[in-house]
Each structure stands twice: as structure tokens, then as C-alpha cells.
């Protein structure tokens, strides 16, 4: 069995689909640990509820990204993980911390990167008049939201639709692909997967 740390900032919705994901018998990995820089973050609750170890620390609570990061990295190489997935984590991560796990770390981002990295993702797409939109599953590196793409998914944006509307529509589409690519990844695969 491979460990799998999860680090969430809010509802954790994509981690829910992780870690039921990984209740199959067959499935290589084992969620070690749900880690979240806010101690209010719903998800910690969640995690509670399937019996999945949890720890948080609040980063409010640390003057230099540095110091709440090496805190951080305590809790997560406790649970020596050989995989970290961020879902749904919104703390920007220093290049030192990104090179501590370089190649173990996965990120979704609800965009098709390359196109609009960051922030606000879906408004830019309908502001730019696209015809779809979506999610990416990548390799987390020093640069933000810019690593090896491991698998995405397009969700056709519709008349009518608000940043609200599309976000919903591809955060569907989130909880089928993450989990694709966490069992893919375990299994040895970087080759990246597109579905529709
Ligand atoms: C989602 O839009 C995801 O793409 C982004 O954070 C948002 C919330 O994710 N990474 P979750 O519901 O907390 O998993």
C-alpha cells in the first residue's frame, strides 16, 4: 500500500472522492493523512467521519511562509507519504517546499492549463468567450500551476452560464478525474488522460 496525504484548505469535496476511492481492495493507495492549513476547514470533519487521520495547523498563526511550511512538513513526513495530493489547498507553497516533494505532488487546478492559471478561473473563461472550459490534474512544481499535466477534463460551457454555473458543472468533473489519476499515478503511470 502506498500513503496518500491530502492537504485541503475548505469543504474538501475532492478529497470525500479520494479517499472513497481508495476503499476499494484492489486499490494501491491508503489515505495516511488529511492535513489542512485552517482548523475550521469543513473537510477536517468529513475526514473525522471516514475515519481518516487528520491534522491541521493554522498558518495565520506564522509570521514567514517558511515557518508554517516547516511545521507543516512534520506532520506530512510523520505519515511518510509517497503521495501528497493538495485539493482544494489555496496556500501558495514556496520552491523549496515544492523540491522537498518534487515528483510526489499533485495539484488540481479547475482550468485547462495551460490556459488561466491562478485565480478566477472560470469568469476569465466566459470573459474570453470560450467554447469550454475545465479541470487539470498536475505534478506540482516551484512554478504555480505549471507542471506535467497528468490528466484533464473539458466541460462544454453553455449560454447562460455564470463563473457559479460553470463551476459547478466542472467541479463534477473534478471528483471523476482525480481519482483516475491518483490510482493511475500509484500504479506507476505519468502519461496524462483526457476525458470528456
Ligand atoms: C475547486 O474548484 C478545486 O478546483 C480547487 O479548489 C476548489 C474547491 O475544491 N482546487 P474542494 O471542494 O475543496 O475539493
Known amino acids: 500500500m502506498k500513503n496518500v ?8 469535496s475532492n478529497m470525500v472522492r479520494l479517499v472513497e476511492s481508495m476503499k476499494r481492495s484492489d486499490h494501491p493507495g491508503y489515505p495516511a493523512l488529511v492535513f489542512s492549513n485552517d482548523p475550521a476547514a469543513g473537510g477536517l470533519a468529513l475526514a473525522d467521519q471516514m475515519h481518516v487521520a487528520t491534522a491541521s495547523l493554522d498558518h495565520r498563526a506564522y509570521a514567514r511562509r517558511e515557518d508554517f511550511e516547516a511545521a507543516m512538513a512534520e506532520y506530512l513526513d510523520a505519515a511518510e507519504p509517497d503521495l501528497i495530493c493538495l485539493a482544494g489547498f489555496m496556500r501558495i507553497l514556496t520552491p523549496d517546499f515544492t523540491r522537498r516533494y518534487a515528483g510526489r505532488m499533485l495539484n488540481i487546478h479547475p482550468s485547462l492549463l495551460p490556459a488561466y492559471p491562478g485565480l478566477h478561473t472560470h469568469a476569465r473563461a466566459l470573459e474570453a468567450g470560450d467554447s469550454h472550459a475545465g479541470c487539470t490534474v498536475h505534478e506540482v512544481t516551484a512554478d504555480l500551476d505549471a507542471g506535467p499535466i497528468l490528466g484533464q ?20 468533473m473534478e471528483h471523476q478525474l482525480y481519482p483516475l489519476v491518483l490510482r493511475r499515478v500509484l500504479e506507476g503511470h505519468r502519461d496524462r488522460i483526457d476525458i470528456a
Open 153 to 172: 477534463a473539458r466541460v462544454a460551457i453553455e449560454p447562460g452560464d455564470s463563473p457559479d454555473t460553470l463551476a459547478a458543472r466542472v467541479l463534477k
Open 5 to 12: 496525504v491530502i492537504l485541503i484548505s475548505g469543504g474538501g
